[in-house]
């Protein structure tokens, strides 16, 4: 499976660059992800140049796709020309998105009445675009997922490997990265919030 790391300028680096190294790891097992950009190089908000591994097209073929926030993200979706080069089908596709990519999931019409979760600078502009924000960090619906907080990166890389190669696959990456003495409290807090998030889902 090949993952979109959907990647625009003023990108936050810790939702792109965590997302797809936690992904990365499952390479030996069929699931890569690609930093994806809309230009050949795009500048992070902090200033970092990053060159694309893929165009943004990929998006439209990868079978699952994530995209990140950054300081431009509204810009982003009042760009008719751009959002246009983003046809995602959650029929066929697994979509993520963190913090303010909640707001291209919903100019892109994916959201629905799904509530979503985003960071505390977005919240007001994805209300606006009549969609419920919910006080968590995960929440997940069929093949649609949004994370709020710029670490919650971790949990949308949990939800696609879990998704995709099953839990046990997802407790490798997540035991390998964690944090030396914490390895049993980071697993189980990420397992815990997706299964959260999509246990929530099936409640309502």
Not at 110 to 132: F, I, Q
Request: glycine share 10%.
């Amino acid at each position: 499976m090949q993952v979109a790391v959907v990647t625009f300028d003023g990108f936050n680096e810790l939702d792109s660059f965590i997302a797809s190294a936690l992904i990365n790891r499952c390479r030996k097992d069929g699931l890569e992800a690609f930093i994806t950009t809309p230009a050949a190089v795009v500048t992070s908000m902090n200033g970092v140049e990053v060159t694309g591994q893929r165009p943004l097209e990929f998006a439209t073929e990868a079978e699952v796709v994530l995209i990140g926030s950054g300081v431009r993200t509204r810009d982003v979706v009042a760009d008719e020309r751009l959002i246009s080069r983003l046809p995602l089908d959650p029929t066929r596709q697994l979509i993520g998105a963190q913090c303010s990519g909640a707001l291209v999931l919903a100019r892109l019409g994916l959201l629905g009445t799904m509530p979503a979760c985003t960071d505390v600078k977005s919240r007001p502009y994805v209300e606006a675009c009549g969609v419920t924000v919910l006080d968590a960090p995960f929440h997940a619906e069929g093949n649609i997922a949004t994370a709020g907080g710029c670490l919650s990166s971790q949990y949308l890389a949990t939800w696609v490997i879990t998704r995709a190669l099953g839990e046990t696959a997802a407790r490798a990456v997540l035991d390998y990265v964690a944090p030396v003495g914490e390895n049993e409290e980071t697993v189980g807090r990420a397992l815990r919030a997706v299964g959260a998030g999509e246990a929530a889902a099936l409640r309502g």
